[in-house]
């Protein structure tokens, strides 16, 4: 504990007592894990403008920042990812110095060549959909199988025929769609802080230019994609149609077919056109995007 | 447009959404909306490696990696962030990461040559479970070791993948994961759990239950074996097609360079030397295809074995909560009668009329032969539906009336694999 506070401090310098307190503890040992939990808990605040703060200047360093809302939300939206990370796995490092060891967990995530998805298209209320919609693709099932349907407009029966999956898939799959639509879409979209507005002007485009919004889409789609397609295993490369048609016909590899398709519009379409799907006459999967769960 | 407004007018927003962040980070695990049987997905180094299966029972879950583990990462199938661990360059790290009522035993090891991650799932102990762990470890001694996946090529991977799946997500987890370290725990001492003053008889029937489980378990360690010789054969297999597929693909390469110098030389023959490279390339590809397809079917084989042992356990599970549930019960018949009137009228009228503000939709449903009961049981629980009578082959089921169109949901309904066909009249 700090000596810096003192029982006679005015009440309006509370906050800043609060703040230097904190500060005070996070830089002192976490002797066990319950210790640094509850160091923790005490300056979530501070450690997250902390870690924003670091990522802004990442930005800042590599020519990336402008000063506007979306930029910020940015930033804030990866410091509670790094943070999130920070408490779950900072636990059993102890003993340890929270703070410092903090700075070098994002220091960790910063030295690696692209920490994050980041482009200025996708910065606009089209792109922070697709951003987060994937970005979120890539460490929830739920929202990985609501892909199919936010981005072409596939229902659950319509994932099973395309990708060709066996009866004690099929559940799964409703289940995926059910979660989503009952909490998964409403938390995401709070998650990746678009706002109803943003949902609305989105939804008044893609119905005035129904085409054009879609290529748009379908542009940034490929960005997003290509960079979330490294959250797969390291042995789901892209396959050739004679590939996709051999898995399919040999029923293996449900796994592989699921992520990576959801992730890859190239394969998607090249899968289709096996024609495995033809029974149940769906179109195409084209960029379509849905704006509802 | 709102992107590049003035900071100010934008301060709210921000202020909004951190607090959010916020709230979010507090929550932490508790905010999945997931139950306890729900899948666990398994991250290492930011990207997916497979998932624990967490329905009651241990499972495994092994993997090499060919680069040094930095952190390993569990998430809900909803994407909630569990736990996790960060881990040292070198050496070993364990830790037991405890969910809302289970547990996940992480043990991380990185060499030069690479990291190994395995993630034992460790459902909430009882009495049996206890048992059973203890007795695992006084009966096996000669544990066999996983057959890790590292090698290259996708699609070698991939067939591998689903080979590990077979071998790694078995039931004794903690004996085929043993080897990462030394057996040093002290055997929890199962007459710990009987009670001091249990007659004999009571002990001794325990005894003769804990030795057929050690029997069984003897059985499945034998399968495992087996279908690991299976794997290590298959690998050997496909690194031999491998070798050939180049070997061929170079023979090609040189015929046809061969051919582009000399133009006069026919190209008949070329055609006939790729034709018969190509024919013993396929004759040792579908060997391989039918030794995948021997490998496959034993799979299904213990996922049927899994299913119906889950089966039993919901059964049970029924058995136990509708005792509790005679209460309700006195609605059914009139349910029963809603159906019957259904049958009985032309479903048009029974839709025109509602009996009550909400009545249930009939569907009659024909099932592909060979569907067993219990997954047409488990498709109706899906459907939150309700079998009604069965006649000439059709199955009468209550949905909840669809807010979606009636084509629709039929659509749906016919793409499920153990449909036949599905009418809305009988
Ligand atoms: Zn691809």
Redesign the interface.
């Known amino acids: 504990m700090s000596g810096i506070g003192s029982p006679s401090m005015l009440n309006r310098d509370r906050t800043i007592l609060d703040r230097s307190e904190a500060i005070a503890r996070i830089e002192d040992v976490a002797a066990t894990a319950e210790d640094f939990d509850r160091i923790v808990s005490q300056s979530l605040p501070l450690l997250l403008d902390r870690t924003v703060g670091y990522i802004k200047r990442f930005l800042r360093d590599t020519g990336q920042w402008s000063e506007d809302v979306a930029h910020e939300k940015f930033v804030l939206r990866w410091g509670a990812e790094y943070l999130e990370q920070f408490l779950v796995s900072g636990r059993f490092e102890v003993p340890c110095r929270p703070l410092f060891l903090l700075d070098s967990m994002v220091a960790k995530q910063h030295s690696r060549p692209e920490p994050f998805c980041y482009h200025p298209d996708l910065l606009t209320p089209l792109g922070r959909f697709l951003d987060g919609l994937v970005g979120r693709a890539a460490v929830s099932r739920d929202a990985l199988i609501a892909l199919y349907h936010h981005c072409y407009g596939l229902g659950p029966g319509q994932v099973i025929a395309t990708l060709r999956l066996n009866g004690s898939e099929s559940p799964r799959i409703y289940k995926n769609f059910q979660r989503w639509r009952d909490s998964g879409w409403k938390r995401t979209l709070e998650d990746i802080g678009l706002t109803a507005p943003d949902l609305q002007g989105l939804t008044e485009q893609c119905h005035q230019q129904r085409r054009r919004f879609n290529g748009e889409a379908e542009r940034m789609l490929r960005f997003v994609q290509a960079h979330y397609r490294k959250s797969e295993p390291d042995h789901y490369p892209c396959l050739s149609r004679h590939q996709w048609e051999d898995m399919f016909l040999q029923g293996y590899g449900i796994e592989y077919r699921i992520w990576h398709l959801a992730l890859c519009l190239n394969c998607l379409q090249t899968a289709w056109d096996l024609g495995f799907a033809g029974a149940s006459a769906i179109e195409k999967p084209r960029v379509a995007l849905q704006f509802q769960p | 447009?709102?992107?590049?407004?003035h900071?100010m007018d934008?301060e709210p927003?921000?202020t909004g959404?951190?607090e959010?962040?916020?709230d979010?980070?507090?929550t932490?695990?508790r905010?999945t909306?997931?139950g306890a049987s729900e899948?666990i997905?398994v991250?290492v180094n930011?990207?997916?490696?497979?998932q624990l299966d967490g329905a009651g029972t241990e499972a495994t879950l092994q993997v090499r990696h060919?680069t040094p583990i930095?952190?390993v990462?569990l998430?809900?199938?909803?994407?909630?962030?569990?736990?996790?661990?960060?881990t040292p360059e070198y050496g070993f790290?364990s830790?037991r990461i405890a969910l809302m009522r289970d547990a996940v035993e992480l043990r991380v090891q990185n060499t030069a040559q690479g990291g190994v991650v395995s993630a034992v799932f460790l459902p909430a102990p009882g009495l049996w479970h206890r048992a059973r762990r203890a007795f695992g470890r006084i009966v096996g001694q000669g544990a066999p070791r996983p057959v890790a996946a590292a090698g290259s090529g996708?699609?070698i991977?991939?067939?591998a993948?689903?080979l590990l799946a077979i071998v790694l997500i078995g039931h004794f987890a903690d004996r085929i994961t043993g080897w990462t370290t030394p057996a040093t725990q002290p055997l929890p001492v199962i007459q710990a759990d009987i009670p001091q003053a249990a007659p004999l008889s009571e002990v001794a029937k325990l005894e003769q239950q804990l030795i057929e489980l050690a029997q069984t378990q003897t059985k499945t360690i034998e399968t495992i074996q087996t279908q690991q010789q299976g794997m290590a054969q298959l690998q050997r297999t496909m690194a031999k097609l491998s070798t050939a597929q180049e070997s061929v693909a170079s023979n090609v390469m040189t015929v046809a360079q061969e051919l582009e110098h000399s133009r006069k030389g026919t190209e008949h023959n070329v055609d006939r030397m790729t034709r018969v490279l190509m024919n013993k390339n396929r004759s040792e590809r579908e060997q391989l295809?039918a030794e995948?397809?021997s490998l496959?079917i034993a799979n299904d084989q213990l996922?049927r074995e899994r299913?119906q042992l889950e089966q039993n356990y919901q059964e049970l599970k029924k058995q136990l909560t509708s005792s509790g549930q005679d209460i309700s019960k006195t609605t059914v018949p009139d349910r029963d009668k809603l159906v019957m009137a259904q049958q009985d009228a032309p479903p048009q009228i029974a839709d025109a009329k509602p009996i009550r503000p909400q009545p249930p939709f009939l569907l009659w449903v024909s099932f592909s032969e060979g569907t067993s009961q219990a997954?047409i049981d488990?498709?109706v629980l899906?459907m939150h539906g309700r079998k009604g009578a069965f006649s000439e082959g059709w199955q009468a089921v209550e949905i909840v009336p669809p807010t979606e169109p009636m084509e629709?949901v039929l659509?749906?309904?016919?793409?499920?694999?153990?449909v036949k066909a599905v009418k809305i009249s009988r």
């Open positions: 447009m709102e992107e590049h407004m900071p934008s927003e921000r959404y951190r959010h962040l916020l979010v980070i507090r932490g695990a905010r909306g997931c899948p997905h991250f930011q990207q997916r490696i497979g060919q930095e952190s990462h998430r809900s199938e909803d994407g909630v962030l569990l736990g996790g661990l960060s790290k830790s996708g699609r991977l991939a067939v993948q689903i295809e995948i397809h496959l996922s299913t997954s488990q498709w899906d629709r659509d749906q309904i016919k793409q499920t694999k153990i």
